[in-house]
Structure formats: C-alpha cells, structure tokens
C-alpha cells in the first residue's frame, strides 16, 4: 500500500501555512501556531488519531486567533482528502464517546464526499462564552467547519457535559481524530469504494 500522505501550503494576506499529513503514521506531532492552547489541541488531535501531522503557521494573531484556526482546519481537511486518494478499502464511517473528568463529547463521522457539520453543546453557557486561557471555545466551531467543508466530510458533534472549557475542547479534539482515525482505517474486506453509487 502506498503511503497515504499530503502536504498542503496556504498563503493569503492573514495568514501563511504548511501542513503535512501522514494517515497511518504513529501518532507523532510537530505543531507551532503561535497559540500554544491550539498546537496542544493539534498534537493530541494527532496522538490520539495516530496521525503523523506537522503543522507550522503564522497568522495575524494581533487582530485575533480566528485567521490562524480557520485556516488551519482548512488546510487539514484539503490534506485529508488528497491523503485518501480515491478512498477505495476504506471503512468510510467512524464514531467516538470520549470522556475527559466532567466533560464528555460524542462524535459522529462520514466520509461521505458531502460536506455537512452540526455542532450541540447540552449545557450552558454557550462556547462563546468560554474561554481556555485567551483561547475562545468558539474557534473550535470554525475550526471543525473548515475540516469539514474541505474535507468533504459529515460531522456531527454533541458536547454531552462539561463545564471546564479545556476539558470539553480537549474531550472534542480527541474525539474527533478518534472518528476519523477509524473512518479513514483500511478494511480488508472492502476492495472498492463503500458505497452504491461507486463514489464518494
């Protein structure tokens, strides 16, 4: 089998990224952002995958982390989907319940071609009103929705409880590379691509 890598560069007037992206590599991470909250979410995203991810970005962090953090997810979901290639042999769905202390996020994942994301959180207050360090929990909202609209992919994500805003970005960051670790997994029985159309 052929390595399923990717590298994905971006350059815009907010923003500068270079991201690599290895599918079944061992969990090893190099992340610098410059919002040291987010390269931890980065590397525990890849640990927990076992993705082999480097991430080196520079953004306007002076204006805000939002350039930075949408920009990233938007590099990581093109390199997803130029790592699976035609996506043949793949088990294409993945899920996850991952708890951390209090705080619990249930995943759902489908790589299914069509980019759709859902996001609820089961108590307030909002993720707008929280916040880890000066790291606001609402970027996890746009970083998810950059995955997932150039990753082609379906998400949905239930924050279940959680009041400490680490715990429940860290129990979502965790959960989702957990569902896409299982969805991108290669199945032996599957030999072409899982599904009836013959696309996704």
Not at 24 to 51: K, N, Q, V, Y
Not at 58 to 76: A, S
């Amino acid at each position: 089998m052929s390595p399923r890598t990717a590298t994905v560069e971006r350059s815009t007037k907010e923003t500068e990224i270079s991201l690599s992206l290895h599918l079944d590599g061992s969990g090893r991470a190099e992340c610098e952002t410059g919002i040291p909250f987010f390269d931890h979410m980065l590397s525990l995203f890849g640990r927990h995958g076992l993705f082999d991810l480097q991430v080196h970005a520079r953004g306007d962090r002076e204006v805000d982390f939002h350039h930075t953090v949408e920009d990233v997810g938007i590099c990581l979901g093109q390199a997803v989907g130029k790592a699976l290639g035609d996506k043949k042999g793949i088990r294409r769905y993945g899920f996850a319940l991952i708890p951390m202390d209090e705080a619990l996020a249930q995943v759902a994942l489908d790589l299914s071609g069509r980019p759709f994301f859902a996001l609820s959180k089961a108590d307030p207050p909002p993720l707008s009103l929280l916040y880890a360090g000066s790291f606001s929990a609402q970027l996890l909202e746009e970083f998810l929705r950059a995955l997932t609209v150039h990753g082609m992919l379906t998400l949905h994500l239930e924050i279940r409880a959680g009041r400490d805003p680490h715990h429940l970005l860290e129990a979502s960051f965790k959960g989702v590379a957990r569902a896409l670790a299982m969805s991108v997994e290669k199945d032996e029985r599957v030999v072409d691509i899982p599904s009836t159309k013959g696309v996704l």
